[in-house]
């Protein structure tokens, strides 16, 4: 099967990859005792599955070196956000990154967000 990078993350492959991002470099093992911390019921067996996908999908890099093979990233965290963010900018704004910011401000942001964005701002004046 030939990879395909063009292919965007699930949500369940996305909460596997900001696992690997933490841990780095990870065995499907490791992987799995960090995601049973916050979903206990989550099997062996569907990490084993997501992960196998996630590598067809271009998602993850494994290395066949050692017995337990080592999956990694195949993208870096905020290159993948960058992309999903231009996506969903696209898609749903209609380009526009103006209506994107102006519909997270309206609710989706704490005070100390609102308060970190505008000291972000500030400096950019600078």
């Known amino acids: 099967m030939t990879k ?7 949500a369940a492959e996305l909460d596997l990859l900001r696992l690997i991002w933490q841990t ?16 206990p019921e989550l099997s ?9 996908v996630m590598h067809t ?10 017995r337990s093979h080592i999956y990694a990233a195949a993208q870096a ?25 102006m519909a997270a401000l309206r ?6 967000e609102r308060a970190e964005i505008q000291k972000l701002l500030n400096e950019e004046k600078k």
């Not at 395909?4 to 699930?10: D, L």
């Not at 999908?57 to 050692?66: A, S």
């Not at 290159?79 to 963010?85: E, G, I, R, W």
């Not at 609710?107 to 100390?112: A, F, I, L, R």
Request: glycine share 6%.
């Open 4 to 10: 395909n990078t063009s292919r965007k993350p699930t």
């Open 24 to 39: 780095g470099p990870a065995t499907v093992k490791e992987v799995h005792q960090a995601a049973i911390k916050d979903r």
């Open 44 to 52: 062996y067996a569907t990490v084993l599955r997501l992960m196998q």
């Open 57 to 66: 999908k271009g998602l993850l890099n494994r290395d066949e070196e050692q």
């Open 77 to 101: 965290q905020d290159s993948l956000q960058t992309n999903l963010l231009k996506d969903l900018i696209h898609k749903a704004f209609s380009g526009s990154a103006k209506d994107l910011v």
């Open 107 to 112: 609710g989706h942001v704490s005070k100390e």
